[in-house]
Structure formats: structure tokens, C-alpha cells
């Protein structure tokens, strides 16, 4: 009997409610004080399609999902055609057999147990919308588990209106007392409610903890193009826009967008937008208005795989040499790439100070495994929260000795930044080469000191970025083998250091955080010592294996790369890092 | 309030001698006068372009953005702080060439804003070549054989986007052009002026002498501003009479009425600390 350790996949059509039953079967385990973490898998279109979501389950702290799948919720053929070979021997499947007509040599296991369960006939008898047939597939998974359905029928309650959610309900009931009437004890899983059941933590997508963050940083106008797998962060703020005191605007393009969040920066206003690859491209060019305007900025850029379109619904980490360089000229820039929910929260707040104290563009990096996958974390604690608007002028009027100058000549080359509407200060900006007012000019000396101010802003936020983490260590100092990696491989990477560990292998890993500027002292200070390094990434030219050669004139050992649209499985990594040392 | 004085710059006007950039820029001083600003309360934005150099010219606040990006950038700062009166500047290939597909959006959304293009039918600072409203036929540099689409029509394009205030100038009659800004501003909306502004060293069909000969002013002519119908057909008058003033105006709700929860309200008031995300984490456990 395997207790509380668990990875569950529904699959189905898209349109069949795949990622919400998923979602609600992991916060059902959640809310019985277990660990989760769940992501999703779908294409680009409507209707059809093949979709899954992978639930995992664990007693402790997990960061992805597993290589294997002990319990299969199909909706479809398809899913178990797909999915059949990822299934542990003795893993379950959960189908319709009126629906689905299975063949012995197309499944070709002989080791799986099959659960019919009459989706479509309990959901007839209900009078209900077939999309219902996910939620009985949850109540007989749950039956088949042996878990408390209360649990599940708390998370139906939260998400529909109170008619539809008793409708689910009673679904689900059917769907659990079919299943421990006809499959009791067949199953060699079990889930039970934790000492930690009821404990507070939250679950949500990296998207909605980049909301989060920028609400909590005190954004108030966000515009943005729907560009998936950005898309939720707009889905997140527009609801919420009353309540904040927002503006959530959807504009014609990303350009719009970038350039109204230039506007609404440059007013006073801290503002936001968010788009992948093909977006952040199309805002290139007001990238660069921002810092040649010293507008702060913050954008977030959430990768899928490219070129061009690409795989539109997949993730990769194909953009990281694109976010440091975009657009013309040369201009400090801050790129961050969070790892996890957590980071996302925390790290979009410092995006907003960081934009503001140095009037610079702050690029978020994330991709869509990070942005679209579920994670448990702690409620996020309002005691960390600081905000740093740098040196925005608040008063209502301006009193200085000389005329208000936009672009004054500081030692740290950032000028106090006066709102236009301030009493007694015009604010001139410009995207040409300007003076300290703001007037166009292509004057040599002054073009000089210009460039010069704004990358004495790059010295000033090097020294800042210590006291921000740009980086963090994972496992013992000394280690046989360190592994280097950003964004979303975090998850991965940590998983496969634990099965790695459990063959008592001495690594560690450094994720790097902060990328723009590069953090070289503290990447040196982990390198120096490193017997052997290792590149983890989802990309095909190991970006990072070449930041780090240019940084620090250090070559990679060995690079793991993989770049088909997936994440890569803890299972498989863990192999691949053992393979090169 | 301002003064002519006080809206003086130090920069150098680069402008070509007699072009009619002049008559736009002494246009907007003199409705900022009118109408009693002063400087902290109007912003103006301008793209590239000659015309986007006005931001030096004018001692008010100004963004000079990129080119076409006019009016996301004022809508940008519109919409955040609605106590400023916020002008965008734009030129013919700025706005209806680069930037034509904020147009029609900015249009529908009917952010109180003022948007003045300056219409020279050239583009000057590239040293001449077509736009989207160079005649068909127009000789250019990149076009040595003739133009080859027919001209755009802006006024009629704004008029089918429902845009709520609609008029036409002339920079060769600068006091009827200010008049037109100073209802462009008064106007609760989006306010829409193409001005005809010759380019006296690339666009040597359309000239003054050019306008001057046909121009005429619609108000002369008991023109309804009500009437979108016939504003509409008033807009593809073109050859030996061409209207000037105002097409259509009407009052309409804005973008910002619709945000009831921000209404009048500026944003850029709104303190960054403190914000209370409590529901939202407990709606996610």
C-alpha cells in the first residue's frame, strides 16, 4: 500500500474542464495537509486536442512533477493511447468503457487495472452538462483513494455557483461510491488527511503570483495584448481591478501596451505589462524609449519556444540573450528570471522598486512551465514587502533653487523625478539624446555625459543587487559537481538533487536569479571552488554556459540541455547529471 | 496663467524658414493663453518627425516619444492622472503611416485627449518621400515614378470610427487653427484635428498658394457639426474646394466615465505602500 505519494494525470479534450478537475483534485490534497504541485499540458485551439494536467502528490515538499503516473483519469481515448506507457506497473486508469471501447493489444499492458466507471450514465442520471463527467472521474479517483470527499466537495463549493456546485456534488458522490462499491481495495493507493490538514498555505500559478506581486508592489494601471502563456496575469488583474483602484486595459498591441505603461510611469504611476516572445519583440523598440526616456518600466516576458511562433502553448528558456539585449543602443537593464510561485511574488515587488529607484526597464523572464504550473507556498508575508519609489518627488509643488531639470546631473546619474502636474516644474522627457531639461541635442560632449549618467546607474545597482539575492545555493558548499540553472528549471533541478542525493552524490546547485546585471562576484565565488560544473537548461545554445563565459571567462563542463516544449522530469535529469560526472 | 513669455524655450528652432509648423506652434501657444493654463498643467507628446520637435519648442511638460507611438503614450498618461490636459502631436507618416493602428483605437476609446497631426502630406525629415496622404501620383524619391495608392482619407477614417470630435486646419490660418485647438481641448474626448501644414521644401504640389486657393471654412457654410452623414460627405470634398473646421462633434462618454471605481480620480495620488492583499491569498488556500 502506497500512502500519500501519488501522481495523478487527467487528460481529455480541450473544452472538458481538464486543467480546473486537475487543479481541484490537487487543492483537495492541499487542504488535506498534503504537498502538490500541479501543471498543464494543452495545444493551441479550442476544442479537441489532446489535454492533460498532472496532479502530484507527496507528504513532503515537492517542485515538479514525476517522471511516472500512477493514476490515469481519461475523458477520452486518447489520453489513455498517449499516456499508457508513462504509467507505473499496477497504476489505474479511470474510464468509461460505454464510451471507450478499449483493445487488450492496443493498451498492450497487461499490468495496469482498469476502472470503468459510467462517466456519461451518472452524469445523464443527474440531468447535467456532460462537461460533468470530470468532476465524477474526481469523485471515483477519490473513491478509488479512499480520501475524504468533503474535502473535494469544499474545493467544488468555492469554484461554482451554489446550483451548479451541488450539481457537482452529487456527481462526484456517484462518481466516489461507484468506485468503492465495484473497486474497493484494488488499488494499492491511498490518500489520507494529514496533522498538517487545514494548515494555511496557498496554491497558485506563477501568473497569478506575478499579479500578485505587482498589486502588492502597488501597481495600479496594467495593459496588456493576450500573448499566452502571459494571458494570466490579465485574466488575474482584470477581476481585481475595482477593488485596487487599477486600470486593467487591454490594448490593440503590445506596442500600445508598452508604450502606455510608459505613459502612466512617467505621470507617476507604478504600471505593468506582461507578453511572451513574439509580444516582448513588437515592444522592442519602447523597451528602449524607457531607458533612453529613464522611465521606469516593468515588464514581463514569458517564454514558450520559438523561433518566431513556434510552440505557442510549451515552454522553453530560448529568450534569455533577447530580454539582456532587446532593442537599440546600449542601457542598463535589470532581468530577472524567478524560479518558483514564490519568487514570482517576491521578485515582481522588487521589479517595481528596482524600476523606480533607477528609472531603468525591469524585465521579469519566466516561461510557461513557471507561469502556468501550480505550486504551494506560504502565504506571502506582508512584513517582507518594502517600497522603494527611489526618487519620485511626491510634493505638490516643486521648490528648488534653479528651474526643475528632469535629467540633472547626479553622482549616481539618477535625477529626482518630478510627476508632471507638480506645481512649478515642467517635466520635458525624450527619447532623443537630450540635456539636463530634456532638449533634444546631438551635441559630442553632451551625448557623452548623457551615456555616462545613465551607466553610472549600472555601477550603483551592481553594488544594490547584493542585498537583493541574485543568487542562491542549493545543497553543501563543497560538492562533487556544481549544477547551474535559471528560472523554472528550479523545480526539476531540485527534485533530481534529491533522488540524487539518495545515491549519496555531493551537489549543489547555484540558481541564478538576477541576470541583468550579471551577478559575477557571486557567481565567482561558487565557480572558484566548483570541481565540476554543470549547465541545466531549456534551451538549445545553453544561454547561460555563455553569460558565464563572457562574464567570467569560465567554459561549462558539461550542459543538459533539452528544448522540445517540456520541462524536463526530475527522473530523467537526475539521469542525465549522473551520465557527465 | 501663461504668457506668450513664459511658453518661450531656449532650444533652437531647426524648422525650415516658412514652414508651417509655425503656424501650428503659434496656434497652441496662443490657445494655452486663451484658455488661462499654466505650464505644470498640460502635457504634450509628440513622435518623430518634424513636427515632434514642438516639445522643445513649447515650455510646457512633453514627452517626445518614438515614432507612431503617439497615442498610447498620452492615453498612458490621460488615463492615470485625468487633471492633466494632455495634446498629442503627430505627423502625417507618424500618425497614419507608422502609427495608423492606434488610430482607429484611440478613437473608440474616447480617452479625453487632443490629437493635432501635422499633415504636410511629405515625410520632411527623411528628406521626402510619400505617406499614407501623398496625393496619387505624388513624385517623391521613393517614388521617382509617382505615388501609387490613392491618399488616405483621415478625416473620413475618423469619422466611421465614430470619433466625437472631428475638425480640420489650416497652419496658413493660424487664428481659425487656434480656435479649432481651443475646442479640441474644451471637447470632453477624444478631439481629432488634421492640419494642413505645408512642407515648403519637399512637398511642392500641396503649398500654400496650393491650400490657400482652396480652402474654405466649413462654419461658413451653415455646415451641421451634428450631422455625421453629412459630415461625412463634406470629408471626401477634395480638388477645388477642400473644407477646413470643424466636421462633427458630439459628447459621449469617455474611456474614464466607464471606470466607475476610478472616476476623476488620479492615480498617481494613490500610495504604492500598504496594499492589503489578504482576500486574495485567503481565496487561495
Known amino acids: ?581 | 496663467m501663461v504668457t506668450l513669455e513664459d511658453l518661450k524655450t531656449p532650444a533652437k528652432n531647426t524648422w525650415c524658414p516658412g514652414c508651417g509648423n509655425f503656424g501650428i506652434l503659434m496656434g497652441f501657444k496662443r490657445t494655452l493663453i486663451q484658455l488661462g493654463f499654466e505650464r505644470d498643467q498640460v502635457v504634450i507628446v509628440s513622435g518623430i518627425g518634424c513636427h515632434g520637435k514642438i516639445v522643445n519648442y513649447v515650455n510646457v511638460n512633453g514627452f517626445h516619444g518614438i515614432h507612431g507611438r503617439v497615442l498610447p503614450l498620452a492615453t498612458g498618461i490621460k488615463l492615470v492622472n485625468p487633471n492633466l490636459t494632455v495634446v498629442g502631436f503627430a505627423g502625417d507618416a507618424d500618425c497614419y503611416d507608422e502609427g495608423w493602428g492606434h488610430f482607429s483605437h484611440a478613437i473608440r476609446r474616447n480617452v479625453d485627449i487632443t490629437l493635432i497631426v501635422h499633415n504636410n502630406m511629405v515625410l520632411g525629415l527623411t528628406t521626402g518621400q510619400t505617406t499614407a496622404t501623398s496625393q496619387k501620383g505624388f513624385k517623391t524619391k521613393s517614388t521617382p515614378f509617382g505615388s501609387i495608392p490613392p491618399m488616405l482619407n483621415p478625416i473620413a477614417h475618423a469619422l466611421v470610427s465614430n470619433c466625437t470630435f472631428v475638425a480640420r486646419g489650416f497652419a496658413g490660418d493660424m487664428m481659425h487653427l487656434s480656435g479649432l485647438i481651443v475646442e479640441a481641448i474644451r471637447h470632453r474626448g477624444f478631439a481629432f484635428i488634421d492640419v494642413f501644414q505645408p512642407c515648403v521644401t519637399f512637398n511642392y504640389l500641396n503649398t500654400y498658394d496650393w491650400f490657400k486657393k482652396r480652402v474654405y471654412k466649413l462654419e461658413e457654410e451653415e455646415h451641421d457639426y451634428t450631422d455625421r452623414q453629412h459630415a461625412l460627405e463634406k470629408s471626401y470634398e477634395w480638388g477645388d474646394r477642400i473644407p477646413i473646421g470643424i466636421f462633427y462633434k458630439e459628447e459621449k462618454p469617455t474611456y474614464s466615465d466607464s471606470l466607475s471605481h476610478v472616476k476623476g480620480m488620479a492615480l498617481t495620488k494613490l500610495p504604492a505602500e500598504n496594499v492589503d492583499i489578504t482576500p486574495l491569498l485567503e481565496s487561495m488556500m
Open chain 1, 1 to 581: 500500500m502506497i500512502v500519500n505519494k501519488i501522481s495523478v494525470l487527467i487528460g481529455g479534450e480541450a473544452g472538458a474542464g481538464i486543467t480546473r478537475s486537475g487543479f481541484l483534485f490537487a487543492k483537495a490534497c492541499l487542504r488535506g495537509g498534503l504537498h502538490v504541485f500541479g501543471a498543464n499540458d494543452y495545444q493551441s485551439l479550442i476544442r479537441g486536442g489532446r489535454n492533460f494536467y498532472i496532479a502530484r502528490v507527496d507528504t513532503e515538499e515537492i517542485y515538479s512533477q514525476a517522471d511516472t503516473i500512477d493514476l490515469l483519469l481519461a475523458l477520452n481515448k486518447e489520453t489513455i493511447l498517449l499516456h499508457k506507457d508513462e504509467l507505473v506497473p499496477g497504476g489505474g486508469v479511470v474510464y468509461d468503457a460505454e464510451e471507450i471501447a478499449l483493445k487488450a493489444e492496443e493498451l498492450n499492458r497487461d499490468d495496469l487495472k482498469l476502472y470503468s466507471i459510467p462517466l456519461r450514465g451518472i452524469v445523464k442520471e443527474l440531468e447535467g452538462d456532460l462537461i460533468m463527467r470530470n468532476t465524477v472521474a474526481l469523485g471515483a479517483a477519490m473513491g478509488l483513494l479512499d480520501y475524504d470527499l468533503d474535502i473535494l466537495n469544499g474545493g467544488l463549493r468555492d469554484t461554482f455557483k451554489p446550483k451548479v456546485a451541488e450539481l457537482n456534488v452529487n456527481a462526484a458522490k456517484m462518481g466516489y461510491d461507484y468506485a468503492q462499491k465495484h473497486y474497493a481495495e484494488s488499488f494499492a493507493y491511498r490518500l489520507k488527511k494529514t496533522g498538517a490538514a487545514g494548515k494555511r498555505k496557498i496554491f497558485l500559478t506563477g501568473n497569478e503570483a506575478v499579479g500578485l506581486g505587482a498589486i502588492q508592489a502597488g501597481c495600479k494601471f496594467y495593459a496588456a495584448y493576450p500573448m499566452t502563456p502571459a494571458t494570466g496575469v490579465l485574466h488575474f488583474m482584470a477581476p481585481l481591478d475595482r477593488e485596487y483602484d487599477m486600470i486593467v486595459i487591454q490594448t490593440e498591441s503590445e506596442i500600445a501596451a508598452i508604450n502606455m505603461v510608459a505613459g502612466a510611469f512617467f505621470a507617476g504611476t507604478r504600471a505593468m505589462t506582461a507578453t511572451s516572445g513574439g509580444g516582448f519583440c513588437l515592444m522592442s523598440e519602447g523597451l528602449g524609449m524607457t531607458a533612453m526616456t529613464e522611465t521606469p518600466a516593468v515588464i514581463m516576458l514569458a517564454q514558450r519556444p520559438g523561433p518566431s511562433t513556434g510552440l505557442p502553448t510549451y515552454s522553453g528558456q530560448g529568450d534569455l540573450r533577447f530580454a539582456i539585449h532587446a532593442s537599440q543602443g546600449e542601457f542598463p537593464r535589470v532581468v530577472i528570471a524567478p524560479g518558483d510561485v514564490e519568487e514570482c511574488f517576491y521578485k515582481t515587488v522588487d521589479a517595481f522598486n528596482l524600476a523606480e529607484k533607477f528609472q531603468i526597464p525591469v524585465i521579469i523572464i519566466t516561461d510557461k512551465y513557471l507561469v502556468e504550473s501550480h505550486g504551494v507556498v506560504e502565504p506571502f508575508d506582508p512584513n517582507r514587502i518594502r517600497i522603494d519609489r527611489g526618487l519620485l518627488l511626491t510634493e505638490d509643488e516643486y521648490v528648488g533653487e534653479e528651474e526643475y531639470k528632469r535629467y540633472k546631473f547626479t553622482d549616481e546619474g539618477v535625477s529626482p523625478r518630478a510627476m508632471p502636474g507638480m506645481k512649478g516644474a515642467v517635466v520635458r522627457t525624450s527619447a532623443n539624446e537630450h540635456d539636463e531639461h530634456g532638449y533634444t541635442t546631438d551635441d559630442p560632449e553632451l551625448t557623452t555625459k548623457m551615456m555616462d549618467k545613465r551607466f553610472k546607474k549600472l555601477d550603483v545597482l551592481i553594488k544594490e543587487l547584493e542585498n537583493y539575492e541574485p543568487t542562491k545555493l542549493y545543497g553543501p558548499e563543497e560538492a562533487d559537481a556544481t549544477i547551474l540553472g535559471w528560472g523554472s528549471t528550479k523545480g526539476p533541478i531540485k527534485e533530481a538533487m534529491k533522488l540524487l542525493s539518495e545515491e549519496e552524490l555531493k551537489i549543489n546547485y547555484l540558481q541564478i536569479i538576477y541576470l541583468s546585471p550579471f551577478p559575477v562576484a557571486n557567481v565567482q565565488r561558487i565557480l572558484k571552488s566548483a570541481k565540476k560544473t554543470v549547465v541545466v537548461e531549456n534551451n538549445k545554445t545553453s544561454q547561460l554556459s555563455s553569460l558565464i563565459r563572457e562574464h567570467l571567462l569560465m567554459t561549462i563542463d558539461h550542459k543538459i540541455l533539452q528544448y522540445n516544449g517540456r520541462p524536463f522530469n526530475p527522473g530523467e535529469l537526475s539521469q542525465r547529471i549522473k551520465e557527465v560526472l
